[in-house]
């Protein structure tokens, strides 16, 4: 059987559900965004890289303080195979978000800098549209934050769950 044609340029949109932890505190929102990316076929091995920007509603609010997840952006490498019209795959790369907290009439906003890790599939809907679900895992690195009383220290760790379409160009 002959595989499908995944190579070339493509350009989408997703939307999704974030949820994860910071500073010991349970983060949660809803999320959508961009992306674009390339891909390349040897065979059924298709491989490529994919950059995508989210804008989101991840937060906490607690008693003293609050904290949120405004942006979040990847650029990751993409391996997968193709079974036709059909591709489960595998991605990975860097990742940067941005957080903001606000304790004691203060406010105070950081990036942060780390790694994501993921796998999902993705189906070929037309010759040109394709839809796709994957579930990303996010780590950020720590980063301080300026509120009162005191400085607070916090790292980030997001998991992300999302459907999107593709249109190949």
């Known amino acids: 059987m002959m595989a499908s044609n995944w190579a070339g340029f493509y350009a989408g949109a997703h939307i999704g559900y974030g949820f994860g932890r910071s500073r010991g505190a349970e983060i949660d929102g809803f999320l959508g965004g961009v992306q674009a990316g390339i891909n390349f076929q040897s065979g059924p091995v298709v491989y490529g890289v994919e950059a995508d920007i989210g804008y ?64 999902g599939g ?20 720590a980063q301080n934050y300026n509120v009162l009383p005191a400085t607070r220290n916090a790292n980030i760790i997001t998991n992300e769950i999302r459907a999107g379409i593709n249109y190949r160009f």
Do not use: C
């Open 56 to 119: 989101t509603g991840i937060d906490y609010r607690a008693f003293t303080e609050t904290f949120r997840q405004k942006w979040m952006m990847s650029g990751r490498g993409r391996l997968g195979y193709s079974f036709d019209r059909f591709m489960p795959f595998l991605t990975a790369g860097l990742a940067y978000t941005n957080g903001t907290m606000k304790a004691g009439g203060a406010k105070s906003s950081n990036g942060h800098l780390g790694y994501v890790i993921g796998i």
């Open 122 to 141: 993705e189906m070929m809907v037309t010759e040109r549209v394709s839809a796709n679900v994957q579930f990303l895992h996010y780590r950020f690195g």
